[in-house]
Each structure stands twice: as C-alpha cells, then as structure tokens.
C-alpha cells in the first residue's frame, strides 16, 4: 500500500518550503555581499601595494642618488679646477689670435 503523508505533514511541507527558499536567498545575499567586500578589500591591497611599490623605489633612488654624489664629491671640486682652467685657456688663446687689427684690410 502506498504511503500517504498526512495532512499536518503537508501543511509543514508547503509553510516550510517559501522559509527554506527565504533562508537560501538570505543566505546567498550574504554571500554576494561576502563576495563584494572581498572584492573591494583585494582592489584596496592591491592599490596600497602599488603605492608602496612607488615610494620605496623613490626612496631607494633619493638613497643611490645621495651616496653617489658623496661619493663623487671629491672628484668634482678637482673636475670643477680644471674645467675653469681650461677655460681660461679658451679665452686666452680667442684673445690672443683672433683680435681685430687696427689696420683695415686693402682690397
């Protein structure tokens, strides 16, 4: 003989049914909402990695660059001497061989 479900047990069937599905979309709203935050949370850590990235490589570069001028510092009050040098040269030498002469030019 076939098995009838009594009727107390199909009035829990049909009110329990529409709070199961209520929980299942709850539950999945919960979970899409989940899902949102972790979304922006991995946007936000990878904006903040970007911008980390940024500033130590600026950093690092402010620091290469402030040991090499110490390290170049010596050198250059030495490359300073003798570029004025030479260029005192330079101008001596313009002075002495391509003066204007007093006497013009006969044609």
Known sequence: ?????????????????????????????????VQEMLAALLLFSMGFAVVTAMISILFLLDRGLYRALAWTGPCTAHAAQRLHREWVQVEQFGRKHFHHSEQSVER
């Open 1 to 33: 003989m076939r098995y009838k479900m009594p009727k107390v047990g199909l009035l829990a069937g049909v009110l329990v049914a529409p709070l199961v599905g209520v929980l299942v979309v709850l539950a999945a709203m919960q979970f899409y909402y």
